[in-house]
């Protein structure tokens, strides 16, 4: 294993315990890349701050002309007894520096909590992007699920005919295969796939809550996620939310009811000036709710 990878794994285990050996595994052997992996270290050489790059592009619904390259920030941390020396500060400035060169047009993350949220918004300049919003389920009809074709040798490529363009970023092979792996690590979650040969033809990625389901992820050909679906609530019978990238047809009023509930999701920080932050604010993640 490369020394960067290596320490960022060591570091990481102290930052995250949570994380098992079997995971830990998987990213740094699939996920993690060595030219991607950000580390500041102390004057003994001992790693003690993190973050971790993970490579993806998209087109904006909005007219622009190429991908815009985004850099997805996995694994931010910093070791617990060098926190308050303002390392991570340090360590993103590099990022932003080598992210430019590198020709990333925006860095893009999820906080887990608005507490984070608050922490990159105000020391890092980060900006909401992707917002949630709540949709009755009578709408549902009026909806049309995006269409991605994965397979095992390739990157995912998204199939849609939203204006030509669809706004969901491109995943790759082992970057979606990373997402299934967070949600095997929950106790409570269902994954559920169909497959055909080494293609997939859909994935769904639930939690099951008291009272209900929440599908976090449902991606796939119209017929195989309805399946998947019936699947599921074959489980056990209780209402369901799918919290899902959609291609939506509603019209723009209807997006501004008082009653669909907005929330932002992600977070963006653009390096090139030339995208514009409308590009970033239109990708969109809708609750359905029954």
């Not at 993806?56 to 815009?68: D, M």
């Not at 929330?263 to 970033?280: A, D, R, S, V």
Request: net charge negative.
């Amino acid at each position: 294993m490369n020394s960067s990878i290596q320490a960022a794994r060591t570091l990481w285990s102290i930052c995250f315990p949570d994380d098992d050996a079997d995971f830990l595994d998987f990213y740094f052997s699939k996920v993690a890349r060595a030219e991607d992996t950000y580390l500041e270290y102390n004057q003994d050489g001992l790693a003690v701050a993190h973050i971790g790059i993970i490579r993806s592009e998209y087109f904006p619904r909005i007219k622009q002309p190429k991908r815009i390259k985004l850099a997805y920030i996995s694994g931010a941390c910093v070791h617990p007894d060098y926190r308050g020396q303002g390392l991570m500060h340090k360590l993103m400035q590099s990022v932003e520096e080598e992210e430019r060169k590198r020709g990333t047009d925006a860095l893009i993350l999820i906080p887990a909590n608005e507490k984070l949220r608050a922490y990159y918004g105000e020391n890092f300049g980060f900006a909401d992007a992707g917002f949630r919003y709540q949709i009755p389920a009578s709408e549902l009809e009026n909806l049309q699920l995006e269409m991605l074709w994965m397979s095992a040798n390739q990157d995912y490529e998204l199939l849609c005919e939203y204006g030509g363009v669809y706004p969901t970023p491109s995943y790759s092979s082992e970057h979606a295969e990373l997402i299934v792996q967070e949600y095997r690590r929950i106790a409570s979650c269902q994954v559920l796939t169909e497959q055909r040969g080494e293609a997939f033809d859909a994935i769904l990625l639930a939690r099951e809550e008291a009272e209900q389901w929440i599908i976090d992820r449902l991606t796939g050909y119209e017929d195989a996620t309805a399946r998947l679906v019936r699947q599921l609530r074959k489980l056990k019978d209780k209402p369901i939310i799918i919290s899902n990238l959609v291609r939506a047809n509603l019209r723009e009023e209807a997006l501004l009811c008082p009653r669909l509930k907005r929330e932002p999701w992600g977070m963006y920080k653009c390096l090139n000036t030339e995208i514009k932050p409308e590009y970033m604010q239109e990708l969109l993640v809708c609750h359905f709710f029954e």
